[in-house]
């Protein structure tokens, strides 16, 4: 981990014991320098604005997410079924505890700072979907010649528009409904046929 990650780090700490004690509306950007002990300056130099440095600390997971993920993800037997594990998970506990409890008790101010969600979780995620579908392409369930980081990215998008955008095609509470859905269009994308 390079000085840069380590500061990054830090600086993600300080946020979320800020989040946890004050809450979204109280934290600033001052706040979260005070709290690690470093300048204000110097936090815009990782995050441009609070928006961005409250959903970056929002939605960084801990190792025993990415484990139960990970476990969930590489036993599924198709990459709908993948995805579809990918979906369920996100929809039980998008984001932990932490921001499950902001969401009740400042919704607004949780909704205002989650708008940066997106350009936070689509690069942090495209490492884990990387490695899902090489192992994929290696176990015979995609296509060799997938190409893994724009598939990887598109696989993201999926999930974040099923997990937070309704609709009427897919109950994406049911395992079936949603493997599926996901055969019927994310199949004939990536698997051979």
Known sequence: ????????ERILDAAEACLRRDGIRRTT???????????????????????TLVSAALIRRDEEFWARANARVS???TISEMVAEAVLMSSESPLGTLALALAESEPREYAEVMGTFVHEVVPGLAGFWVDQLTAAQDRGLVRRDLDVVAGAEW????????VEVPGRAVDITSRAS???????FLSPAFADV
């Open 29 to 51: 950007v001052q706040a979260v320098a005070d709290e690690v002990g470093l300048s204000r300056v110097y936090l815009y130099r990782f995050f441009p604005d609070k928006a």
């Open 178 to 184: 949603l493997v599926a859905h996901l055969d019927a």
């Open 1 to 8: 981990m390079t000085a840069r990650d380590r500061s990054r």
């Open 75 to 77: 036993a599924a037997g």
């Open 155 to 162: 696989v993201i998008r999926i999930v974040v528009s099923l």
